[in-house]
């Protein structure tokens, strides 16, 4: 099976997970949900990693990289954290 | 130290399943935290197995991204503010879309070079960069619209529909030539009118349809990594890229639903101008149109001795920074062994959730927010209701009037209370620019004024023991 079959294979199965894990959200945690996804959409990271880590990596190519690793990092340090301090707020009655 | 291609496999599996289990932690509040812990441990892993991986050999750009993107986004959850947080959302999503377009182009400048472009790559590569520079570009609209640097009106002009198909057509047959020949011209011409069609998409959506527009770009920027996972035969990219697109999808059509519009209607209709109005004489114009004004105290007349109390905010209470003394007026009221609960319409606020957020900031516990088909049947025997900044979402126009432009839509049956009080500032009617029938009804009372000022009057008049 070539690799793109592959993929396509994996793309599909993951969307059924998609569909199912966030119906179960709870719709009071929407925007930590979308913070969140915010956060790990910065998954993106990996690919500007590649681009940039290559050795053989031409300048314009490592610039690009750069900004890219810079633009996906603001995502994931800025996500996480901000899902956290949403998250931190949620608390239940004091008894 | 430097792990084989299998073990780095292995290490995003691992991942994948830590943002699954992540994304599963948002069931319920008090499993959240522990969630988003585990998607950082993902996300740690699958950055560091890259890292390790022999493709990623030379160092000082990638440090240097990493560390200024730590400090700028430790920086901007640390300061944003509550309300600003679709703003804050937007900004990130934008980000996602650029990148993803970055990473296509220098993916594409290092197979150029290293002579192993092939038409499946360059046919992935253009997905990503059109997805990505759509999601980019729109965006940056949406971020304008909430931040009220551009008009959150909806922009419109003839043949809107027919320019964006065009650009559609022409974008898609750049991408096939790209992908056919590797021009260089094409590939610049397709990045660019990507740009263009994310702002023309987003540019006719209405202010009022925010929540919409943020679940859909949320979606937007997870196609865009999926994309990007293709380009690059990464596994992780692909499923996170699904599990995000989905979960955007997913909450446009829970946002769809509760406004009984279809996503094209949405996308299309531009609905929702932010109407002007007049808000000089309110108390004149609302006796005018037989409505009645109440006055603090006769509120709270009616809720001290009441058995339950439901709150109804909306954006209007965000704006106004009311949430916080609604929380000691809860409090007070507790105290005299009231039921004081807060009903959430899924579209209330700027985003999916976003009432929620703002309470909990005001440490409002979560087990007295309820979602609106929770809390529908309690309305009939509720003593008091007080709507706070909300219009559209209690609007019985939304059952009774068939040419109504808000016919069908789901709404808090706030109006089945023995007494409403709505707080408002003036006569104005809501974002669907409809009239609320709510306010001839008899039960129904207005307070006009800024809904700080007349619930921290309330607060007072509780204090002072009143009556």
Known sequence: MPDTLVSLYVFVLACFIGYFVIWGVTPSLHTPLVALTNAISGIVIIGALLVTGLEEAGTTAEIMGFFAVLLASINVFGGFLVTNRMLAMFKKKKK | ?467
């Open chain 2, 1 to 467: 130290m430097e792990i084989s291609a299998n073990t780095q496999a292995l290490a995003y599996l691992v991942a994948a399943i830590l943002f699954i289990l992540s994304l599963k932690g948002l069931t319920h509040p008090a499993s959240a935290r522990r969630g988003n812990f585990l998607g950082m441990i993902g996300m740690a892993i699958a950055i560091a197995a890259t890292l390790a991986g022999h493709e990623v050999q030379s160092y000082g750009f990638i440090i240097a991204g990493v560390v200024a993107g730590a400090v700028i986004g430790g920086v901007l959850a640390a300061r944003v503010q509550m309300t600003a947080m679709p703003q804050l959302v937007a900004a990130l999503h934008s980000f996602v879309g650029m990148a993803a377009v970055l990473v296509a182009i220098g993916t594409f400048l290092n197979h150029s070079a290293a002579g192993t472009l092939n038409p499946v790559l360059m046919g992935e590569l253009s997905a990503g960069i059109v997805i990505g520079a759509i999601t980019f570009s729109g965006s940056v609209i949406a971020f304008g619209k909430l931040q009220g640097l551009i008009s959150g009106a909806p922009v419109r002009f003839t043949g809107q529909h027919m320019l964006n198909a065009a650009l559609g057509v022409v974008t898609i047959a750049l991408a096939v030539h790209f992908a056919a020949t590797g021009s260089m011209a094409s590939l610049v011409i397709m990045t660019l009118l990507s740009f263009v069609i994310g702002f023309t998409l987003i540019i006719p959506i209405g202010g009022a349809d925010m929540p919409v527009i943020i679940s859909m770009l949320n979606s937007y920027s997870g196609w865009a990594a999926a994309a990007t996972g293709f380009t690059l035969h990464n596994n992780l990219l692909i499923i996170v890229g699904a599990l995000v697109g989905f979960s955007g999808a997913i909450l446009s059509t829970i946002m769809c639903r509760a406004m009984n519009r279809s996503i094209l209607n949405v996308v299309f209709g531009g609905f929702g101008s932010e109407s002007g109005g007049g808000g000089a004489s309110a108390g004149a114009v609302a006796a005018d149109k037989g409505v009645k004004s109440a006055s603090v105290e006769d509120a709270i007349y009616w809720m001290e001795d009441a058995n339950r109390v439901i709150v109804v905010p909306g954006y209007g209470m965000a704006v106004a920074q009311a949430q916080h003394a609604l929380k000691e007026m809860m409090e007070l009221l507790e105290e005299n062994g009231v039921e004081v609960k807060f009903a959430i319409h899924p579209v209330a606020g700027r985003m999916p959730g976003h009432m929620n957020v703002l309470l909990a900031e005001a440490d409002i516990p979560y087990d007295h927010v309820f979602e609106m088909d929770e809390i529908n049947p309690e309305f009939a025997s509720t003593d008091v209701v007080l709507v706070v900044g909300a219009n559209d979402v209690v609007n019985p126009a939304a059952r009774t009037d068939q040419s109504s432009p808000i016919y069908g839509m789901p709404i808090l049956e706030a109006g089945k209370a023995q007494h409403v009080y709505f707080l408002k500032r003036s006569m104005r009617p809501g974002y669907s620019g409809v009239d609320n029938l709510l306010f001839y009804q008899d039960n129904v009372s207005l307070i006009f004024g800024d809904a700080k000022d007349t619930i921290e009057g309330m607060v007072t008049t509780l204090k002072g023991g009143g009556h």
